[in-house]
């Protein structure tokens, strides 16, 4: 999937149960995270056409953070960092783990190839994947987009706070207001 849905499921998690700034942020960050062996597509780009190219991305996306051990170690980051320790290292757990779902479910290459996952790389070198597979593009991708764009305006409606308090809290506060007058334009004032 989209990294930008999975920092929105990251965020969902975040919201699941009451947490402070700093852990929602933890748990948000966590739904993206595994994305971090992505980035060697800069480098494969940057050596392509070189004599030795570096294929960095086809090799190690889904397989050098896409896996328990990064999990883990994710999980353990955030329970020295949270104030709610466990409660944060385990919905960081969950996000993280939301992250691998998403990627088994909807991240299939345009050319039919699907992406497996290594779970349980170094160790062991097992692959998990999933024969429905959707592609990257297809509608259940933004169907799930939409979902949780319809969750991150509710909780910012509700509750105040939205994945913006990441950067900045004057544009998490500036947005929550914003929604909070669209979702009550339609109610009738109370006295």
Not at 69 to 87: C, Q
Request: aromatic share 10%; proline share 5%.
């Amino acid at each position: 999937m989209h990294p930008a849905t999975h920092l929105l499921l990251g965020w969902g998690a975040a919201t699941a149960l009451p947490l402070s700034k700093r852990d929602r942020a933890l748990v948000c960050i966590a739904g993206v995270l595994p994305d971090l062996d992505g980035l060697g597509i800069v480098v494969e780009k940057l050596t392509l056409h070189s004599e030795q190219p570096l294929y960095w991305y086809a090799t190690y996306h889904h397989v050098l953070a896409h896996n328990l051990g990064f999990g883990l170690a994710v999980a353990a980051g955030a329970a020295a960092l949270a104030s709610a320790r466990t409660r944060a290292a385990l919905l960081v757990l969950a996000s993280f783990h939301l992250h691998l779902l998403a990627d088994l479910a909807g991240s299939r290459g345009p050319d039919g190839s699907s992406w497996p996952l290594r779970y349980l790389w170094p160790f062991d070198g097992l692959e998990l994947s999933w024969q429905g597979q959707w592609a990257f593009n297809a509608w259940p991708n933004f169907a799930i987009t939409l979902a949780l764009l319809a969750w991150t305006f509710r909780v910012a409606a509700q509750r105040g706070h939205s994945p913006l308090e990441l950067v900045s809290l004057r544009a998490d506060a500036a947005f929550c207001a914003t929604v909070r007058r669209w979702f009550s334009r339609g109610r009738p004032r109370q006295r």
